[in-house]
């Protein structure tokens, strides 16, 4: 079985940085892509950035410029360095990696993390 596994959350004051990391095991053949979600407190769950594993990036509007996804293809791992970061992006924040195998003719399935919290605040 697939897990995600997320960590670096925490609390951080505004323009301050973190770095969350999200790690995939469970004997994977292959992951599409992977990326970063977040869900504020009465509001929808969100698009914040993804990468492929080519490493094609797509990032929401307003982390452009102060957040950077990368990824380790070979541990199957997803990195978020946030930096100056704001009291709006304070949220849950869900590691997804999707398009997985776990062997190379299966159908593509999409999988989520438990969420990590990040608290921006004074």
């Known amino acids: 079985q697939v897990q995600l596994v997320e960590s670096g959350g925490g609390l951080v004051q505004p323009g301050g940085s973190l770095r969350l990391s999200c790690a995939a095991s469970?004997?994977?053949?292959?992951?599409?892509?992977m990326g970063w979600y977040r869900q504020a407190p009465g509001k929808e769950r969100e698009l914040v950035a993804t990468?492929?594993?080519?490493?094609?990036?797509v990032y929401e509007d307003s982390v452009k410029g102060r957040f950077t996804i990368s990824r380790d293809n070979a541990k199957n791992t997803v990195y978020l360095q946030m930096n100056s970061l704001k009291p709006e992006d304070t949220g849950v924040y869900y590691c997804?990696?999707?398009?997985?195998?776990?062997?190379?003719?299966?159908?593509?399935?999409?999988?989520w993390g438990k969420g990590t919290l990040v608290t921006v605040s004074s």
């Open positions: 469970g004997g994977i053949f292959s992951i599409n892509a």
């Open positions: 997804n990696a999707d398009g997985v195998r776990s062997f190379r003719f299966q159908p593509p399935i999409s999988y």
């Open positions: 990468i492929t594993s080519g490493g094609s990036t």
